[in-house]
């Protein structure tokens, strides 16, 4: 099993530019999970999903959106980049309680610098 | 809500020497913990977790911890630490909310391992 994997790794943006993030986990998890570590401040939520076809927003949505249009699938899209988005991206999943005792896997991460 | 303070920013030890990574957290009710590893340009990696029964958790690596409800820490330990322990070291709480296990990472630790 690839477990959680993130594409692209890398990624420069010039600001206004938009892109997609893409997280792909093939332990059949139900809940699905976007973050963003900056220096200092640990990781950040920004938004989550419990299900196919349900998003939920986290700590810090603004500037984001997201879809689950597949259960192994987890999008995280920038419409407009801005320099305060330079950041790595985690995604992870996780199983409900009862499988895996509320384990989260994470990606390798996307590292993305808007210019 | 839930919060986690790692009080350490950083912290060095030399090599074979004990550490302790300390971690306290807030919440008004009850909590699942973790310690969570990161290895340089790389995603998070669980270390242990605790769940409910022995207050003592061991985890991978020789690493372990202790959950103290009076005190509200989770203090991470190991006896004697190595090189290859080098790294940054997150302690996250997740409660349960009906909408997915989130997690509250702290700021991280900077465990730095010097011959």
């Known amino acids: 099993n690839a477990g959680v994997t993130q594409t692209p790794k890398f990624r420069v943006l010039k600001t206004g530019q938009s892109m997609t993030l893409l997280c792909a986990q093939d332990?059949?998890?139900?809940?699905m999970y976007w973050y963003r570590q900056d220096p200092g401040m640990g990781l950040r939520l920004i938004h989550y999903?419990?299900?196919?076809?349900?998003?939920a927003k986290g700590e810090v949505p603004d500037g984001y959106n997201v879809s689950r249009l597949k259960k192994q699938n987890f999008l995280l899209g920038l419409e407009s980049a801005a320099p305060s988005q330079t950041s790595v991206y985690f995604c992870?999943?996780?199983?409900?309680?009862?499988?895996?005792?509320?384990?989260?896997?994470f990606g390798p991460g996307t590292r993305l610098t808007v210019t | 809500a839930q919060s986690v303070t790692q009080l350490d920013s950083q912290v060095p030890v030399f090599e074979e020497a004990p550490v302790e990574l300390r971690c306290n957290y807030s919440?008004?009710?009850?909590?699942?913990l973790f310690w969570y590893v990161q290895y340089p340009n790389q995603g998070l990696q669980l270390l242990l977790k605790?769940?409910?029964?022995?207050?003592l958790v061991k985890g991978i690596n020789g690493f372990e911890a202790e959950f103290n409800k009076s005190q509200t820490s989770f203090h991470l330990r190991k006896p004697s630490v190595h090189i290859s322990d080098t790294a940054e070291y997150f302690c996250?709480?997740?409660?349960?909310?009906?909408?997915?296990?989130?997690?509250?990472f702290g700021t991280g630790t900077q465990l730095k391992v010097e011959l």
């Open positions: 919440s008004s009710v009850s909590v699942y």
């Open positions: 999903s419990v299900g196919e076809g349900t998003t």
């Open positions: 996250a709480v997740s409660a349960l909310t009906g909408g997915g296990n989130k997690l509250t």
């Open positions: 332990m059949n998890h139900e809940y």
């Open positions: 992870a999943s996780s199983s409900p309680l009862g499988e895996s005792g509320y384990e989260q896997y």
């Open positions: 605790y769940l409910s029964g022995s207050t």
